[in-house]
T-cell receptor
Framework: GPKVLQIPSHQIIDMGQMVTLNCDPV?????FYWYKQILGQQMEFLVN????????KSKLFKDQFSVERPDGSYFTLKIQPTALEDSAVYFC?????????FGPGTRLTVL | GEKVEQHESTLSVREGDSAVINCTYT??????FPWYKQEAGKSLHFVID?????DRKQSQRLTVLLDKKAKRFSLHITATQPEDSAIYFC????????????FGKGTSLTVIP
């Protein structure tokens, strides 16, 4: 079936550094999402993105977070600067407006 | 905003028995209710969904029931198999087109052979 890819699978960085998480969504999908999951717990919505714009973001989407998808390439989540509480698995998802397809996640560890 | 409560954090059943996972939601505007399965260390995989224009949907061994008045929906798995063991997440989404999913905390289902 359709696959969402995420690069890298793991990332370890020092607190205060910048990190960019990359997502390669399903090719004909229009809506893109980022979710955060801490230690296998609840999946929490961060942000969605449609037609080049953020449509909605949650309280977890701090000012240090930003998303973009330049020229239809990767859909990225950038965190600058990172904080210890940003350690989590970040899942990207995409959809055409219905079922969301999730990527395998990027495990981010902030030291 | 929408809050989804998933009532069973863990559930153990014997192989061949049925399993039921219950969720409630708060936002009357929610109209799409998917279920996802997450195996250890892996991503979420779509299992089944239901929209608010129906109150029941079945796909092989899976049935989803929706009670809009009670703002409650449930996943029923019949004839469980060991490979059904996983964490199951329910979610609710408003019908806004871009459909943010608000997830429950997950139910860890163990099917005992």
């Amino acid at each position: 079936g359709p696959k969402v890819l995420q690069i890298p699978s793991h990332q370890i960085i020092d607190m205060g550094q910048m990190v960019t998480l990359n997502c390669d969504p399903v090719s004909n999908h229009l809506y893109f999402y980022w979710y955060k999951q801490i230690l296998g717990q609840q999946m929490e919505f961060l942000v969605n993105f449609y037609n080049g714009k953020v449509m909605e973001k949650s309280k977890l989407f701090k000012d240090q977070f930003s998303v973009e998808r330049p020229d239809g390439s990767y859909f990225t989540l950038k965190i600058q600067p990172t904080a210890l509480e940003d350690s989590a698995v970040y899942f990207c998802a995409s959809s055409w407006g219905g079922e969301q397809y999730f990527g395998p996640g990027t495990r981010l560890t902030v030291l | 905003g929408e809050k989804v409560e998933q009532h069973e954090s863990t559930l153990s059943v014997r192989e061949g028995d049925s399993a039921v996972i219950n969720c409630t939601y708060t936002d009357t505007a929610s109209s799409y209710f998917p279920w996802y399965k997450q195996e250890a260390g892996k991503s979420l995989h779509f299992v089944i969904d239901i929209r608010s224009n129906v109150d029941r949907k079945q796909s092989q061994r899976l049935t989803v029931l929706l009670d809009k008045k009670a703002k409650r929906f449930s996943l029923h798995i019949t004839a469980t198999q060991p490979e059904d063991s996983a964490i199951y997440f329910c979610a609710a989404s408003p019908n806004t087109g871009y459909q943010n999913f608000y997830f429950g905390k997950g139910t860890s289902l163990t099917v005992i052979p």
